[in-house]
């Protein structure tokens, strides 16, 4: 079945420092790779989203660029903001969209001044 | 403005009493999901409903049922609570030909 793999539990860095969070995923079919991020007490909310094969994806200061011959979908941005403080999730979605999403484990990422 | 909402937002039972949990949609999607979250765990899907009275496990049903009887509200329900159920619950929805779910604000339950 699909799996996703998130290797950082907890990523904690001084502000204005770039970070990367890593995922990989493992899926038979063509598919979709999200990036969800969830501050404290508030819902998963959507960050990127990609279906296309080395492109690169912004938003909010953040890019990923979806690398299907690797099957990774990094996310990074160039200097982190204490309001990035929060968690998160990279997920799948397979061939059959009605399904649920495969959600890695989450990566905490914590900002400090 | 698209919204999924979730009532309630906290709870507390005890073991063995029964505990409904509610979600709403005002998007007219057709699919709906029920996950929970655990510390370590990331979120994993209990069931789907692809539409009014059309529902399907997820990889962890086992303890929950749910309802779907109008296209707007998807209710999870646990017969008999136990104490490993305390999680938080969130519930999605999405629109038909999207891959992107939408995400209510989760509902902390604790069973003691």
């Known amino acids: 079945g699909d799996s996703v793999t998130q290797t950082e539990g907890l990523v904690t860095l001084t502000e204005g420092l770039p970070v990367m969070l890593n995922c990989t995923y493992q899926t038979a079919y063509s598919t979709f790779l999200f990036w969800y991020v969830q501050h404290l007490n508030e819902a998963p909310k959507l960050l990127l989203k990609s279906s296309t094969d080395n492109k690169r994806t912004e938003h909010q200061g953040f890019h990923a660029t979806l690398h299907k011959s690797s099957s990774s979908f990094h996310l990074q941005k160039s200097s982190a903001q204490l309001s990035d403080s929060a968690l998160y999730y990279c997920?799948?979605?397979?061939?059959?969209?009605?399904?649920?999403?495969?959600f890695g484990l989450g990566t905490r990422v914590s900002v400090f001044p | 403005d698209m919204k999924v909402t979730q009532m309630p937002r906290y709870l507390i039972k005890r073991m063995g009493e029964n505990v409904l949990l509610e979600c709403g949609q005002d998007?007219?999607?057709?699919?709906m999901y029920w996950y929970r979250q655990d510390p370590g765990l990331g979120l994993q899907l209990i069931y789907i409903?692809?539409?009014?009275?059309?529902?399907s496990e997820g990889d962890i049903p086992k303890g929950y049922r749910v309802s779907r009887k109008k296209r707007e509200h998807f209710s999870l329900i646990l017969d008999s609570a136990k104490t490993n159920q305390t999680s938080v619950y969130f519930c999605?929805?999405?629109?038909?030909?999207?891959?992107?779910?939408?995400f209510g604000p989760g509902t902390r339950l604790t069973v003691l």
């Open positions: 409903s692809y539409d009014v009275d059309s529902n």
């Open positions: 998007m007219s999607h057709e699919t």
């Open positions: 999605a929805s999405r629109l038909g030909g999207d891959a992107e779910q939408f």
């Open positions: 997920a799948l979605s397979g061939n059959n969209y009605a399904q649920g999403l495969t």
